[in-house]
């Protein structure tokens, strides 16, 4: 067989064919062929907002635009009468909803929040701060009510345990007890809404420092450059075993990581007129906040955020230490943990730092 | 036996029609938008392809007007098109090649059972393949797989690429060897011009 011959079958090999989505691209075409419309102002400032972003991107703008698909355009051209910006801060929740098949113990909802970042913004919005809270962190779960209503006494325990406890009212509340930081609003971000996320954007490129196979998250990459889509995605933000040092501290950075390339993805999707509603339909089914936002103050903040960019934003995980009875466990360390909550405006309990030892 | 020409436009009137109704120029997309997305998710991937189709056509219709319309036929032009955007992604069918050299070959296409015969041999080649598109200059591979993977002349390669036909054949020539050379001397040369 000639060079030519074995190249035309290997192209044969690696060759799909269209999918009905590209009648997308088709209508692409037909919106290119009309004036094009300057992107909004609020748009253009998303693009360099970096992580926080993402979480807050995702979970603020993404539903204005769906209540108003008009209103960001409109609203922007006509500057608001200065109104009082206040500080505000979000927990997002990674809810993992998937019910847990080999783990020993019954686990009625199988709801787990394996992700928790406190997001604070200051009324002046030029900092924005992301702290991430390991999910093996052990902490005082203050009294909070059950899910069939039954009240849960104080307890130490994972700080994701609130979450199945009580849900994202019990996270809460457990946030604002060990940092003195009062939560205005909760952000429940489905993985499998972040899944069909992904997919709507038509995958993240992610890069693997060696091969993957993790039966426990269903990842198998060899080592490289990927574009990981829908359960891939899935598996390589949850996966723990097989990257990194194994930890959940790893895995907080990769999805860091993670959330940050998919902004990138965002970037061109919130310029493309077919693209982007359906990453808002996407979205909108992803994301809960409790207590809800309405249009109007959902579009303030996401304003108010527009012209923060990527070095404004500081992206960290919570001081912490290997907890004593448990290596697998961490603490927060104190007093440095203690120190940044001041930093963001909380007044953590005296004994929140002892409490975990 | 002609197909009279009124029946079916040609593509150099859609383009001409469409300096004045831009509507004409989604025909095009029509005829010719699978065709692109099955060679460039030959050489990138089905991730990305359905995107460079779509830009190809935006990059098409901006330039519609430098057409020139004594080519009847716009196939040169869009694998021009499409091959100028694959350029800038050269990291990502880098990737994608060096994907190949390592993954089996139900990775990364279908099995199709009328193609075993063939696949076999493919598949025994394909990390070498890989290796050896990957190794080539981008205008060599360029002209290599617009030879191999698309059904244009060799004179409708040079259009498409906007060199003498002549660079055609030599890069053709110097990429099949470099091939050839990767594969082994295992292959009986067969010299093609």
């Known amino acids: 067989m000639d060079d030519l011959t074995m190249l035309r079958d290997l192209g044969r090999t690696l060759e799909h064919e269209p999918p009905p989505s590209l009648v997308r691209q088709r209508q692409r075409l037909l919106e290119g062929a009309r004036p094009h419309h300057r992107l909004p102002r609020l748009m253009r400032g998303w693009a360099l907002i970096g992580l926080a972003a993402v979480v807050t991107a995702a979970a603020i703008v993404v539903p204005v635009l769906i209540l108003h698909p008009r209103s960001a355009q409109v609203a922007v051209n006509q500057p608001d009468p200065a109104k009082p910006i206040k500080e505000l801060n979000l927990l997002v929740l990674g809810v993992d909803r998937r019910r847990p098949i080999a783990d020993g113990k019954a686990d009625p909802e199988g709801a787990r929040s394996d992700t928790v970042m406190l997001v604070h913004l200051p009324a002046d919005r030029k900092k924005v701060t992301v702290v991430s809270l390991p999910r093996d962190l052990m902490v005082l779960i203050p009294p909070c ?213 | 036996m002609t197909v009279p020409t009124t029946a079916v436009p040609r593509d150099s009137d859609l383009i001409a029609d469409s300096r004045t109704e831009p509507e004409a120029f989604a025909v095009l997309f029509d005829r010719y938008a699978g065709m692109l997305y099955r060679y460039v998710s030959r050489r990138m991937g089905p991730e990305i392809a359905e995107d460079l189709v779509g830009e190809t056509f935006l990059v098409a219709f901006a330039g519609r007007s430098g057409y020139d319309l004594s080519y009847a036929d716009a196939r040169p032009w869009l694998f021009g098109i499409i091959t100028n955007l694959v350029s800038r992604h050269r990291r990502t069918e880098a990737a994608f090649y060096r994907a190949l050299q390592r993954s089996p070959i139900e990775d990364v296409a279908q099995s199709d059972d009328d193609r075993v015969a063939n696949g076999v041999t493919a598949r025994a080649a394909r990390p070498l393949l890989a290796r050896a598109l990957a190794g080539l200059p981008a205008r060599d591979r360029n002209v290599l797989l617009l030879v191999a993977w698309s059904d244009l002349s060799y004179e409708e390669v040079a259009q498409a690429l906007g060199v003498p036909i002549g660079t055609v054949r030599s890069r053709l020539n110097r990429a099949r060897r470099k091939v050839r050379a990767v594969l082994g001397d295992s292959n009986p040369m067969r010299e093609e011009n």
């Not at chain 1, 309405?294 to 500081?314: G, K, P």
Request: aromatic share 4%; net charge positive; with cysteine.
């Open chain 1, 145 to 357: 009510k059950g899910l069939e209503g039954e009240t849960i006494p104080t307890h130490l325990g994972l700080i994701n345990s609130a979450f199945t406890d009580g849900g994202s009212s019990c996270s809460a509340k457990t946030v604002e007890s060990i940092t003195g930081i009062r939560i205005d609003h909760v952000m429940e971000v489905e993985f499998g809404g972040l899944k069909r996320m992904v997919d709507a954007l038509g995958g993240i490129e992610i890069t693997l420092p060696q091969a993957v196979r993790d039966r426990d998250s269903g990842l198998d990459l060899p080592a490289g450059r990927h574009l990981v889509q829908g359960d891939q995605a899935l598996a390589y933000v949850r996966t723990r075993h097989s990257l990194g040092d194994g930890s959940d501290l790893s895995r907080i950075e990769r999805q860091q990581q993670f959330l940050l390339a998919m902004f990138k993805k965002v970037r061109p999707v919130l310029a493309d007129p077919i693209r982007l509603p359906v990453l808002l339909h996407e979205s909108s089914k992803a994301i809960k906040i409790s207590p809800g936002l309405d249009a109007q103050a959902m579009f303030d903040i996401a304003r108010s955020l527009a012209q923060v960019e990527s070095r404004d934003i500081r992206s960290i995980t919570v001081p912490w230490r290997p907890y004593p009875p448990d290596p697998n466990r961490v603490e927060m360390k104190q007093p440095s943990a203690d120190k940044l909550f001041a930093g963001l405006g909380g007044t953590p309990p005296k004994k929140a730092g002892k409490k975990a030892r």
